[in-house]
């Protein structure tokens, strides 16, 4: 196991430790399957930077635990830091900024970033579907989701022939959407 492993080892066992005792919305799940779906989802695409594995692991933790951005560079460095600090809304601003701040964010994002977030949207969107919440509040986080994704689809478009399962996790993200009324996401 070289250094790259290790890295990848150290921000999930870091992810573990910060996340632990915490649970997804349906109150049952621990946060940390989230996390392992996501970065699941990840390798499937092929993708093997050790960097955006670390990320994909630390994606949550700022918004999710006490975690600060000046340890996760301190113990994970400049590149890793930022690319959670993307995948992060501020959560010093009223909500209906947040999310128009959050958007503008994601748009600006690295290409690691973007594949990080497709491949939570797709985790996110497998609990939803499955989660005990109203209809309503499903349709509502389904559709925030949607909208991630079209905010960074064109950026993901031109990654194709890198990663061509992006379009079948795509295709994916659709079946669930259509249920829920959702227009499908081409790229």
């Known amino acids: 196991m070289g250094h790259e492993a290790d890295l990848v080892l150290k921000a999930k066992n870091f992810a573990l430790e910060r996340h632990k005792n915490q649970k997804r919305p349906d109150g049952i ?43 996760i560079n301190d113990v994970f460095g400049n590149s890793i830091s ?26 600006s994002a690295s290409i690691e970033a973007k594949l990080i977030k497709l491949c939570d949207i797709s985790a996110n969107l497998k609990d939803i579907s499955n989660s005990p919440i109203s209809k309503t509040q499903k349709n509502k986080q389904i559709r925030k989701l949607f909208h991630y994704l079209r ?31 959702q227009r499908p996401v081409v790229i």
Not at 82 to 87: F, H, I, P, R
């Open 29 to 71: 799940t621990p946060f940390y399957q989230h996390l392992e779906g996501v970065v699941f989802r990840l390798k499937n695409l092929g993708v093997t930077n050790i960097e955006t594995l670390s990320s994909a692991w630390l994606h949550d933790i700022l918004e999710k635990s006490d975690t600060t951005f000046d340890e």
């Open 82 to 107: 930022v690319t959670v600090l993307s995948l992060t809304k501020d959560p010093h601003l009223p909500k209906k900024d947040n999310e128009s701040q959050f958007v503008q964010q994601l748009k």
């Open 151 to 181: 905010t960074i689809k064109n950026d993901l478009s031109k990654q194709k022939e890198t990663y061509p399962k992006i379009q079948e996790l795509i295709e994916g993200i659709n079946v669930v959407g259509s249920k829920f009324k």
